[in-house]
């Protein structure tokens, strides 16, 4: 790029020149590119050592005069391609205009003067162009690109100096973070170190400190084990290795490319040594913690944060903490845990206004809600700026004059009527008012017995409390509340409290009438019957049946609502098998709507990826329980690990939260507990159950007998405050012996395990939770590998290890896409969510399109065609996508890749054969109008060779009935023997058809012309070329002599079918026996040594020609003269050659693949060449090298010869 002037006193010491003239000076650094010594070496190593190489150019133009002793820096490249264009560009604009200059001075002046335009054209033209990050920041990214051969749409974050341990010597050099590479490089005394490790590779990330590695990082992968040490700040920069790992399992779950936050404010400045990605990575780990904290949506940004102080009143002082405000709620924490937070959704403030300033309370900021509560801010250091960021966001957001209980509505400017006329779910049904349980007890008589006094004592605590500390999402939450929710939360108000602690109750308000649209949508007359909605009605009937809110249809209407309306919303997780037994407890207590919204905030906050496909999140969950037993219960563990009883008890305590475990009204109080607390309260009971148990498991001495202690005591954990009836509890009916053992109090349970595990904390738990995920994900590839590769055994000939390595390659050009997507040539035409599907089996999830088949094909294809592999690649890939929606699957592919590697020479021929004939060949690679034709006139005669023809039979039945012109009596009789016939006829047509040789249609000239060219490209490269290309030659000069006879004998027969033939006319070999008997030949029609047959090999010729082989020409066709015994001159063939290409083809000129196979066979080096056993070992080997032949071909202008000066 072209550079502001600057003085360069001495040119020489750190820098050689390469081209120069009187007035230019062109250098190369030393220590790139070849040569050096002693001193490029140095140099090259304080570069990199020092990181001088990503200010400093390797390629620099000086600005020199005869006279002056200074130099003048004008231009500098990172590439000897780009410093040679600006050369090129000085000596054709400026060399000649200023040789004519008499004065150094006006040299000197001109020169500046040019540059300094040039310069200021290339900032108006980037003017347009986002430049957030500095400039040190570019040329890094810049140098990655260059030395590990990244595009550009791999962005890098960060860069920090460290040392990298190969082996127990340290590389001190520099480690590159971008968004879906780990990169390190050294250069010290002309060793070079290279690395470059995928995210989603990595199954562990661990910062230690040991005597060997010092405060160092370890990133493990499937194969090894990485070693960086010696950071400046290591914390910051394994946070970001933590973020950078995080975002790679996402997109091995969800395949979803990382996308930056265009919504980030811009900064004031550029800000040094950060760059725009890695604020948007600092900004996304501060809006997770802030949502996580208060329990909110997953679109609310943190603007902003300070420290003050919030007057409670509740306690009469002065509470510190920090407020935090974004986009949509204000809201406070303490400082001290557990002693106050509050969350005011900006729905909820109706004035914001700066209270008097005093010296006890200096600028207090008063912050008054709808409905007259007022809370009080102080201590704030910028208050103007706070106020009127706060101003700013009231006017964003709505006005919800229903407040925090607002009614479902429907879509504007509907009426009340239309939308309760005909919909599946409006403010009639009984479910949408009232929770199933109310409904169920609203004519019982009222219980004055000492429960039912118990519960109301309960109530009466808490309309204190909301006394006290307010009542709905404004209330004050301190130790107090957390220590009610523990003692229980009567069951009058568990739906309303439920709402408030997981937050569903701010994201129904601001979606109103959200859910009854959405019922509409799932369950219209138009939706369409899916494999979810079939689980949904197999379990509805499953969901506590025990229970007889859901003996009737009311329930069990309300409960298929809420989920078929989940699975519209997030088809993603669509519907697991726990998530029935969850919402049939949340339609217990909550109405119809609410319970959803409930089901909204479990799902994808609080218990993230529990109901996915692959129930991640339990299984990570369930590797935190495992090294949570391991840190608090040791021996226990030992001995729970050697049985495998963790992994079996807990994943069903997690899925269900303890619903499906233990009796009903023991279980809802741990609901409660979660509502408020999350995650961490399930742990402590968890680890609570194996506490008390420790006794009784350390003596069994199988997996059943430990699974036995352990439901024996869940099953007696009862809730004796209840005031309701005790549910039965289906696996206590089940599991209870004759000495049952003590019963349980659920309370004692819980206030166990916050007195022996009360310690966990949260974000100890989200670190643990990281650590495992990392692991289940890459267990869950694994799994997902070794399931494809046992399938495919038996439908292939590859090997376990050809397979697992195939599968890898096929995985990674699908994943290519998910980094880069279809701008770069690594990427695809499609999107990588479009192509995977996570309900398919595993042999289907992960499908390419042409354009990654074909970058496979190229690697790992045995036929390499020169310029037609492409072609073929295409064609290939539309036999194998039988289905015809432009994808590709492992098992397809597989298919295709075995026949040509393992299959006989007949199978080979065969596909080979199928790739020149429609449907491989597209309309758009027809030569001419005549195939053109046939490709479209021919489909229905050709389709049974490929995909069999559906229904045919059933179309031919319907038609000889509508013939017989029957009236409906008389064909009464006859239906049911015509419905078992049709389901004969369509049990054989699903069953696999084998194609013979027989089915394949016939080839016409210009498709056989399109098969010699692709075998003339196909030999070029092989050992045994010239006898290929000399056997080729004579059967393909067979193979026309064959068509031609086979053309003018069905010419001849249909005008005189009686003619009768010599048999001595014909050789055996010349026409194959299953097309024409020799004895049926007419003399005549024998294919004389004359210019016909001469075209017929002068098109021989030209096909060889046309594959760019002209250098073999004179070979073939001594070849063709003595197969044939025509004496032919060079120039007559080449004069029949340029015939050829005006002349239309033959239109009843065909062969058919017996004749093709019978030709080939004849020649002993085509069999031999398609009965080759090829490896696929190495193809693999060089697929895997591909990228690093790229990263070196991509910097390997630095290390072109030097030009001459």
Same mark, same amino acid.
């Given at each position: 790029?072209?550079?502001?002037?600057?003085?360069?006193?001495?040119?020489?010491?750190?820098?050689?020149?390469?081209?120069?003239?009187?007035?230019?000076?062109?250098?190369?650094?030393?220590?790139?590119?070849?040569?050096?010594?002693?001193?490029?070496?140095?140099?090259?190593? %304080?570069?990199?050592?020092?990181?001088?190489?990503?200010?400093?150019?390797?390629?620099?133009?000086?600005?020199?005069?005869?006279?002056?002793?200074?130099?003048?820096?004008?231009?500098?490249?990172?590439?000897?391609?780009?410093?040679?264009?600006?050369?090129?560009?000085?000596?054709?604009?400026?060399?000649?205009?200023?040789?004519?200059?008499?004065?150094?001075?006006?040299?000197?002046?001109?020169?500046?003067?040019?540059?300094?335009?040039?310069?200021?054209?290339?900032?108006?033209?980037?003017?347009?162009?986002?430049?957030?990050? &500095?400039?040190?920041?570019?040329?890094?990214?810049?140098?990655?690109?260059?030395?590990?051969?990244?595009?550009?749409?791999?962005?890098?974050?960060?860069?920090?100096?460290?040392?990298?341990?190969?082996?127990?010597?340290?590389?001190?050099?520099?480690?590159?973070?971008?968004?879906?590479?780990?990169?390190?490089?050294?250069?010290?005394?002309?060793?070079?170190?290279?690395?470059?490790?995928?995210?989603?590779?990595?199954?562990?990330?661990? !910062?230690?400190?040991?005597?060997?590695?010092?405060?160092?990082?370890?990133?493990?992968?499937?194969?090894?084990?990485?070693?960086? +040490?010696?950071?400046?700040?290591?914390?910051?920069? =394994?946070?970001?290795?933590?973020?950078?790992?995080?975002?790679?399992?996402?997109?091995?779950?969800?395949?979803? /490319?990382?996308?930056?936050?265009?919504?980030?404010?811009?900064?004031?400045?550029?800000?040094?040594?950060?760059?725009?990605?890695?604020?948007?990575?600092?900004?996304?780990?501060?809006?997770?913690?802030?949502?996580?904290?208060?329990?909110?949506?997953?679109?609310?940004?943190?603007?902003?944060?300070?420290? &003050?102080?919030?007057?409670?009143?509740?306690?009469?002082?002065?509470?510190?903490?920090?407020?935090?405000?974004?986009?949509?709620?204000?809201?406070?924490?303490?400082?001290?845990?557990?002693?106050?937070?509050?969350?005011?959704?900006?729905?909820?403030?109706?004035?914001?206004?700066?209270?008097?300033?005093?010296?006890?309370?200096?600028?207090?900021?008063?912050?008054?809600?709808?409905?007259?509560?007022?809370?009080?801010?102080?201590?704030?250091?910028?208050?103007?700026?706070?106020?009127?960021?706060?101003?700013?966001?009231?006017?964003?957001?709505?006005?919800?004059?229903?407040?925090?209980?607002?009614?479902?509505?429907?879509?504007?400017?509907?009426?009340?009527?239309?939308?309760?006329?005909?919909?599946?779910?409006?403010?009639?049904?009984?479910?949408?008012?009232?929770?199933?349980?109310?409904?169920?007890?609203?004519?019982?008589?009222?219980? %004055?017995?000492?429960?039912?006094?118990?519960?109301?004592?309960?109530?009466?605590?808490?309309?204190?409390?909301?006394?006290?500390?307010?009542?709905?999402?404004?209330?004050?939450?301190?130790?107090?509340?957390?220590?009610?929710?523990?003692?229980?939360?009567?069951?009058?108000?568990?739906?309303?409290?439920?709402?408030?602690? +997981?937050?569903?109750?701010?994201?129904?308000?601001?979606?109103?009438?959200?859910?009854?649209?959405?019922?509409?949508?799932?369950?219209?007359?138009?939706?369409?019957?899916?494999?979810?909605?079939?689980?949904?009605?197999?379990?509805?009937?499953?969901?506590?049946?025990?229970?007889?809110?859901?003996?009737?249809?009311?329930?069990? *209407?309300?409960?298929?609502?809420?989920?078929?309306?989940?699975?519209?919303?997030?088809?993603?997780?669509?519907?697991?098998?726990?998530?029935?037994?969850? #919402?049939?407890?949340?339609?217990?207590?909550?109405?119809?709507?609410?319970?959803?919204?409930?089901?909204?905030?479990?799902?994808?906050?609080?218990?993230?990826?529990?109901?996915?496909?692959?129930? #991640?999140?339990?299984?990570?969950?369930?590797?935190?329980?495992?090294?949570?037993?391991?840190?608090?219960?040791?021996?226990?563990?030992?001995?729970?690990?050697?049985?495998?009883?963790?992994?079996?008890?807990?994943?069903?305590?997690?899925?269900?939260?303890?619903? +499906?475990?233990?009796?009903?009204?023991?279980?809802?109080?741990?609901?409660?507990?979660?509502?408020?607390?999350?995650?961490?309260?399930?742990?402590?009971?968890?680890?609570?159950?194996?506490?008390?148990?420790?006794?009784?498991?350390?003596?069994?001495?199988?997996?059943?007998?430990?699974? #036995?202690?352990?439901?024996?005591?869940?099953?007696?954990?009862?809730?004796?405050?209840?005031?309701?009836?005790?549910?039965?509890? %289906?696996?206590?009916?089940?599991?209870?012996?004759?000495?049952?053992?003590?019963?349980?109090?659920?309370?004692?349970?819980?206030?166990?395990?916050?007195?022996?595990?009360?310690?966990?904390?949260?974000?100890?738990?989200?670190?643990?939770?990281?650590?495992?995920?990392?692991?289940?994900?890459?267990?869950?590839?694994?799994?997902?590998?070794?399931?494809?590769?046992?399938?495919?055994?038996?439908?292939?000939?590859?090997?376990?290890?050809?397979?697992?390595?195939?599968?890898?390659?096929?995985?990674?050009?699908?994943?290519?896409?998910?980094?880069?997507?279809?701008?770069?040539?690594?990427?695809?035409?499609?999107?990588?969510?479009?192509?995977?599907?996570?309900? %398919?089996?595993?042999?289907?999830?992960?499908?390419?399109?042409?354009?990654?088949?074909?970058?496979?094909? *190229?690697?790992?294809?045995?036929?390499?065609?020169?310029?037609?592999?492409?072609?073929?690649?295409?064609?290939?890939?539309?036999?194998?996508?039988?289905?015809?929606?432009?994808?590709?699957?492992? !098992?397809?592919?597989?298919?295709?890749?075995?026949?040509?590697?393992?299959?006989?020479?007949?199978?080979?021929?065969?596909?080979?054969?199928?790739?020149?004939?429609?449907?491989?060949?597209?309309?758009?690679?027809?030569?001419?109008?005549?195939?053109?034709?046939? =490709?479209?006139?021919?489909?229905?005669?050709?389709?049974?060779? =490929?995909?069999?023809?559906?229904?045919?039979?059933?179309?031919?039945?319907?038609?000889?009935?509508?013939?017989?012109?029957?009236?409906?009596?008389?064909?009464?009789?006859?239906?049911?023997?015509?419905?078992?016939?049709?389901?004969?006829?369509? /049990?054989?047509?699903?069953?696999?058809?084998?194609? #013979?040789?027989?089915?394949?249609?016939?080839?016409?000239?210009?498709?056989?012309?399109?098969?010699?060219?692709?075998?003339?490209?196909?030999?070029?490269?092989?050992?045994?070329?010239?006898?290929?290309?000399? *056997?080729?030659?004579?059967?393909?000069?067979?193979?026309?002599?064959?068509?031609?006879?086979? !053309?003018?004998?069905?010419?001849?027969?249909?005008?005189?079918?009686?003619?009768?033939?010599?048999?001595?006319?014909?050789?055996?070999?010349?026409?194959?026996?299953?097309?024409?008997?020799?004895?049926?030949?007419?003399?005549?029609?024998?294919?004389?040594?004359?210019?016909?047959?001469?075209?017929?090999?002068?098109?021989?010729?030209?096909?060889?020609?046309?594959?760019?082989?002209?250098?073999?020409?004179?070979?073939?066709?001594?070849?063709?003269?003595?197969?044939?015994?025509?004496?032919?001159?060079?120039?007559?063939?080449?004069?029949?050659?340029?015939?050829?290409?005006?002349?239309?083809?033959?239109?009843?000129?065909?062969?058919?693949?017996?004749?093709?196979?019978?030709?080939?066979?004849?020649?002993?080096?085509?069999?031999?060449?398609?009965?080759?056993?090829?490896?696929?070992?190495? !193809?693999?080997?060089? &697929?895997?090298?591909?990228?690093?032949?790229?990263?070196?071909?991509?910097?390997?202008?630095?290390?072109?010869?030097?030009?001459?000066?």
């Amino acid at each position: 790029m072209w550079l502001p002037q600057e003085e360069v006193l001495l040119a020489g010491p750190l820098w050689v020149s390469e081209r120069a003239n009187p007035f230019f000076i062109l250098q190369r650094r030393r220590g790139h590119g070849r040569g050096g010594g002693l001193s490029g070496l140095l140099v090259g190593t %304080l570069d990199v050592v020092l990181d001088s190489s990503a200010r400093v150019a390797p390629y620099r133009i000086l600005l020199q005069t005869a006279d002056a002793q200074i130099y003048w820096t004008i231009a500098s490249g990172s590439s000897r391609k780009e410093i040679t264009e600006h050369w090129d560009w000085l000596e054709s604009n400026l060399l000649q205009t200023i040789s004519i200059f008499d004065n150094d001075e006006d040299v000197t002046t001109f020169v500046k003067g040019k540059i300094s335009g040039l310069i200021a054209e290339e900032n108006r033209l980037k003017q347009g162009e986002e430049q957030e990050d &500095c400039g040190k920041f570019r040329e890094a990214e810049l140098k990655m690109r260059r030395l590990f051969g990244m595009p550009e749409e791999e962005k890098l974050v960060n860069y920090y100096s460290c040392s990298f341990w190969k082996g127990r010597v340290p590389r001190q050099g520099w480690l590159y973070l971008s968004v879906n590479h780990l990169c390190f490089y050294s250069f010290l005394l002309g060793k070079e170190v290279t690395l470059v490790v995928q995210w989603s590779e990595v199954t562990q990330l661990e !910062k230690n400190a040991t005597l060997v590695f010092p405060e160092s990082v370890r990133v493990s992968t499937r194969h090894t084990e990485y070693f960086f +040490s010696m950071f400046l700040n290591i914390n910051d920069t =394994f946070k970001l290795m933590e973020q950078l790992a995080n975002i790679a399992m996402r997109q091995l779950l969800d395949n979803e /490319a990382f996308a930056a936050d265009r919504s980030l404010p811009k900064p004031c400045k550029t800000l040094k040594n950060v760059s725009a990605l890695k604020r948007d990575l600092d900004a996304r780990a501060k809006n997770e913690r802030y949502r996580t904290m208060f329990r909110l949506t997953q679109d609310e940004r943190l603007d902003g944060h300070t420290d &003050c102080t919030l007057w409670a009143p509740f306690a009469k002082m002065h509470v510190v903490g920090q407020l935090f405000i974004s986009n949509n709620y204000i809201c406070f924490n303490s400082r001290e845990e557990d002693l106050c937070q509050l969350i005011i959704p900006l729905r909820e403030v109706s004035v914001v206004e700066k209270a008097d300033s005093s010296s006890f309370l200096p600028c207090p900021v008063s912050i008054s809600t709808k409905n007259k509560t007022n809370f009080l801010f102080a201590n704030l250091k910028d208050r103007d700026f706070l106020v009127q960021r706060i101003s700013d966001f009231l006017q964003r957001t709505p006005d919800s004059s229903g407040g925090e209980t607002s009614p479902l509505i429907g879509p504007p400017g509907s009426s009340s009527e239309t939308i309760l006329r005909g919909r599946h779910y409006h403010t009639a049904l009984p479910t949408a008012s009232q929770g199933l349980l109310r409904l169920y007890q609203s004519g019982a008589p009222e219980d %004055l017995g000492p429960k039912a006094m118990k519960e109301k004592m309960k109530e009466e605590a808490w309309n204190i409390h909301f006394s006290e500390f307010g009542r709905g999402v404004c209330m004050y939450r301190t130790s107090r509340t957390r220590d009610l929710v523990l003692n229980g939360i009567p069951e009058s108000l568990r739906g309303e409290l439920w709402m408030l602690f +997981s937050g569903a109750q701010n994201e129904m308000a601001s979606h109103p009438g959200y859910y009854g649209d959405l019922v509409e949508a799932a369950m219209g007359r138009g939706s369409v019957v899916s494999v979810v909605t079939e689980e949904i009605e197999r379990d509805l009937h499953r969901s506590m049946p025990e229970h007889r809110a859901f003996q009737n249809q009311t329930g069990i *209407s309300a409960l298929r609502r809420v989920l078929t309306a989940y699975a519209h919303r997030n088809p993603g997780i669509g519907y697991c098998q726990a998530m029935n037994i969850v #919402t049939s407890v949340l339609l217990l207590f909550s109405p119809e709507e609410e319970a959803f919204w409930l089901l909204v905030a479990l799902c994808e906050r609080m218990l993230p990826d529990y109901y996915n496909t692959r129930v #991640t999140g339990a299984l990570v969950d369930q590797g935190v329980f495992e090294e949570l037993t391991r840190a608090f219960l040791p021996h226990l563990y030992e001995h729970m690990r050697d049985l495998g009883v963790i992994s079996t008890i807990s994943l069903s305590w997690f899925l269900t939260l303890f619903l +499906s475990v233990m009796p009903f009204d023991s279980a809802v109080l741990l609901v409660d507990c979660f509502f408020y607390e999350g995650i961490k309260v399930t742990f402590q009971v968890a680890l609570a159950v194996l506490y008390d148990n420790m006794d009784a498991l350390l003596s069994c001495s199988d997996e059943g007998e430990a699974m #036995t202690v352990l439901g024996r005591y869940l099953d007696n954990v009862v809730n004796k405050q209840t005031v309701a009836p005790p549910i039965p509890h %289906l696996h206590a009916l089940l599991t209870s012996g004759d000495d049952p053992p003590p019963e349980i109090d659920v309370f004692d349970l819980i206030k166990s395990s916050y007195e022996k595990f009360g310690s966990l904390r949260s974000d100890v738990i989200e670190q643990m939770r990281f650590k495992q995920r990392l692991k289940v994900i890459q267990s869950l590839e694994d799994t997902a590998k070794r399931s494809v590769v046992r399938a495919m055994m038996t439908e292939s000939a590859f090997s376990i290890e050809e397979l697992e390595e195939l599968y890898c390659l096929f995985k990674a050009q699908h994943m290519a896409s998910c980094y880069w997507g279809s701008n770069c040539s690594w990427g695809s035409s499609s999107s990588a969510a479009q192509r995977h599907d996570p309900s %398919l089996p595993y042999l289907e999830q992960y499908r390419i399109d042409p354009l990654q088949f074909s970058q496979l094909f *190229s690697s790992l294809g045995p036929w390499t065609c020169g310029g037609r592999t492409p072609t073929l690649s295409a064609r290939l890939f539309r036999i194998l996508d039988q289905n015809q929606d432009g994808l590709v699957n492992f !098992k397809e592919f597989i298919t295709g890749l075995s026949g040509m590697y393992h299959g006989d020479m007949t199978e080979k021929l065969k596909l080979l054969y199928k790739l020149h004939l429609p449907p491989a060949v597209c309309p758009e690679e027809a030569e001419s109008a005549l195939e053109a034709t046939h =490709f479209f006139t021919g489909d229905e005669a050709q389709d049974c060779s =490929f995909l069999p023809a559906a229904g045919s039979l059933g179309k031919q039945e319907v038609t000889s009935g509508e013939e017989d012109g029957g009236t409906e009596e008389r064909k009464g009789p006859e239906e049911k023997k015509d419905y078992r016939y049709y389901l004969r006829m369509w /049990a054989k047509e699903k069953e696999p058809k084998t194609e #013979t040789i027989k089915d394949l249609p016939r080839m016409n000239q210009e498709q056989f012309i399109d098969v010699c060219k692709t075998l003339y490209n196909m030999f070029s490269e092989d050992p045994e070329e010239q006898q290929l290309y000399h *056997s080729i030659a004579t059967a393909a000069s067979l193979l026309l002599r064959i068509g031609e006879v086979g !053309k003018r004998f069905g010419n001849k027969k249909s005008e005189a079918p009686s003619t009768e033939v010599s048999p001595t006319q014909v050789s055996p070999t010349e026409v194959s026996p299953t097309e024409v008997s020799p004895s049926e030949v007419p003399p005549s029609e024998v294919p004389p040594t004359d210019h016909q047959g001469v075209a017929s090999e002068a098109q021989v010729c030209q096909a060889l020609a046309d594959a760019q082989l002209e250098s073999h020409l004179e070979g073939v066709r001594e070849d063709v003269s003595s197969s044939s015994s025509i004496s032919l001159q060079d120039e007559e063939l080449v004069l029949m050659g340029e015939k050829r290409r005006g002349s239309e083809l033959d239109a009843d000129w065909s062969i058919s693949f017996e004749q093709v196979l019978a030709s080939l066979l004849t020649e002993s080096p085509l069999v031999h060449y398609f009965e080759r056993k090829r490896d696929i070992r190495t !193809k693999m080997a060089s &697929c895997k090298a591909k990228r690093a032949v790229e990263r070196q071909t991509s910097s390997a202008s630095d290390h072109d010869l030097h030009l001459s000066t």
